[in-house]
């Protein structure tokens, strides 16, 4: 009988780990840098081989390229995990505490620069014998002239402004230096009077560079005016990033669900609120023209171009750069147990109906509750709840409820108090289908609790839930997803729990466009067969490929 032993452990074993996820999830392509954490964009961006200020400017290129200028200004602008991988945009004070925050790990020390009363914020980096200014807002990087050339600091712009006399003809700063701003008067004049017009829902304080752009100030006469107000501050926690959850990053995916990253977005609907233009996703603010002037960036987002961006009445004919959107969807199987065996899901007055695969109410008269925590890594804006319920009479419930933590006011205290939202309840008999979405409950969002209740008035036979579907929409940078180049790129795929493999496959699909004009299709399909798993894949040129889609699915074998 040893064989019946045999099996009866392996099915223990497999039922064990219908509800374990695969952990710790992670792909990084050779031309990406690995964003998993501050400590990895680090390691990718510096070597050792780098003088300071290599270091410097390299770090300071890749953040002013994945990190574009637009409105987000929620309350976790400043984390830097978050901005980087979900947000991808922010205003000036915001990039200075989330470049800071990449210097500092580098090594270095910084302070932030206050300039024109306060109009604009950016960073000082401290290296060799002095301070040296990087904006990545401006594009401001400009060294010094003589033999000694260096990165220019503020107290030295203020001592001599004739450093700001043609920097880029004198080989002193890059072309692209205050691209931002060499749109002409009639554009900054449309972009006033929109902002004006109080139908729109907009203020000249909502708009980038509100104190010079909307004016006839240059970049260059705002800057040699600012350094004659300029202030520091070295005491970074007070303005500088954080990191809230250093785990944010560590994927998790149960058995039947995926995880879709997109180089696109879904339009109008789909974005943090607070995020965007007037109900539009965030975008490059300066349109187009500014990355066709800017051979370091181009390369890397000419594919993406979205002509006709849809804002009326702003110069936005054309962009390069915007938030895009991926879908987190589990549809586990209850029959196996994938649900009820997931981890933190928590059941009262529940059992699942080996017989026939539903979940139904144990006890009669008395309320059934199935609590289904959801995690991303990503913030999230939308979700789709799908399932398919039994209901027998109109004194039986079947209902769905979304349950957040909130904060509250109490006689002056703040305080966070569990708050439940109904967003579905079942008006008809017999087996039907449930639909519900919902956003702004979730908006910005990584972690919240999706409540399901049933009451079986009197026969738990006739009221269940016989499958259910979530599919979360999310933000994503995805100027920082681990794309393809020309030529050969080598995958890899990190796995904390490699052994759940012989219970659950690890599928990773790329898709991408390639070619003259990317119009030939690419898709490529692999199983992770490991905890360090690496492949090469080839995409044609001549230029980047236009990436699509990377999805990683955890398939029950």
Not at 97 to 105: C, Q, T
Not at 141 to 167: C, F, N, Q, Y
Not at 419 to 438: C, I, M
Request: glycine residues 8%; contains cysteine.
């Amino acid at each position: 009988m040893r064989w019946v032993t045999a099996s009866l452990a392996v099915a223990a074993v497999a039922a064990a780990a219908a509800g374990q996820p695969l952990e710790g999830v992670w792909v990084t392509s050779s031309g990406a840098v690995d964003t998993s954490s501050t400590k990895a964009m680090v390691r990718d961006l510096v070597n050792g081989q780098m003088s300071d200020e290599q270091k410097v400017l390299a770090v300071f290129n890749w953040y002013r390229r994945v990190v574009y200028p637009h409105n987000y200004l929620a309350g976790d602008r400043r984390d830097v995990l978050r901005q980087i991988n979900s947000y991808g945009n922010t205003l000036c004070g915001s990039h200075a505490a989330n470049l800071g925050w990449l210097m500092r790990e580098a090594g270095f020390k910084t302070r932030c620069v206050y300039i024109y009363g306060g109009g604009h914020t950016f960073i000082e980096v401290f290296y060799g014998d002095g301070w040296h200014a990087v904006d990545p807002e401006t594009d401001f990087a400009v060294w010094s002239r003589g033999p000694k050339r260096h990165l220019i600091s503020m107290d030295e712009l203020k001592a001599d402004p004739t450093l700001l006399d043609h920097p880029e003809a004198e080989g002193r700063a890059k072309p692209w230096l205050f691209k931002a701003m060499k749109f002409p008067w009639t554009t900054r004049k449309k972009m006033a009077d929109f902002c004006d017009d109080r139908k729109n829902g907009a203020s000249k304080a909502s708009m980038q560079w509100s104190s010079s752009v909307l004016k006839r100030m240059t970049i260059k006469d705002y800057f040699i005016q600012g350094v004659r107000s300029v202030r520091y501050s070295e005491v970074n926690a007070a303005y500088g990033g954080h990191v809230s959850d250093p785990d944010l990053m560590s994927i998790r995916l149960r058995p039947n669900e995926k995880l879709i990253r997109c180089w696109a977005n879904e339009g109008k609907g789909r974005y943090i609120l607070g995020q965007g233009f007037c109900g539009y996703p965030a975008h490059l603010l300066y349109g187009g023209g500014a990355d066709e002037n800017d051979e370091e960036v181009f390369p890397y987002v000419e594919p993406y171009r979205k002509d006709n961006y849809g804002i009326p009445a702003l110069p936005v004919d054309r962009c390069y750069r915007y938030s895009g959107n991926g879908h987190l969807i589990w549809t586990p199987d209850l029959a196996a147990g994938e649900l009820t065996r997931a981890a933190g899901v928590q059941m009262d007055n529940l059992v699942l109906d080996k017989a026939t695969g539903v979940l139904r109410p144990v006890e009669a008269g008395k309320p059934a509750v199935l609590i289904v925590p959801i995690r991303s890594s990503y913030a999230l804006v939308w979700a789709d709840v799908t399932g398919t319920f039994l209901r027998g009479s109109k004194d039986d419930v079947c209902r769905i409820l979304v349950r957040k933590l909130v904060k509250e006011t109490v006689e002056g205290k703040v305080r966070k108090v569990w708050k439940l939202d109904p967003v579905w309840t079942s008006d008809q008999f017999g087996e039907h289908t449930a639909d519900a979405g919902y956003g702004r409950r979730i908006n910005g969002k990584y972690t919240y609790e999706i409540r399901i209740e049933m009451l079986a008035a009197s026969d738990v036979r006739k009221v269940g839930l016989k499958a259910v579907r979530f599919d979360h929409t999310f933000v994503n940078n995805w100027l920082v997803l681990p794309h393809l180049e020309p030529g050969e790129n080598t995958i890899r795929v990190r796995l904390a729990n490699p052994r759940l493999l012989k219970q659950v496959r690890l599928q990773i699909t790329y898709e991408w466009a390639e070619g003259v004009g990317w119009k030939q299709p690419r898709r490529d399909v692999r199983e992770v067969t490991g905890a360090a798993f690496e492949y090469q894949l080839t995409a044609a040129g001549p230029k980047f490929p236009r990436m699509q889609r990377l999805t990683l699915e955890a398939l029950p074998r």
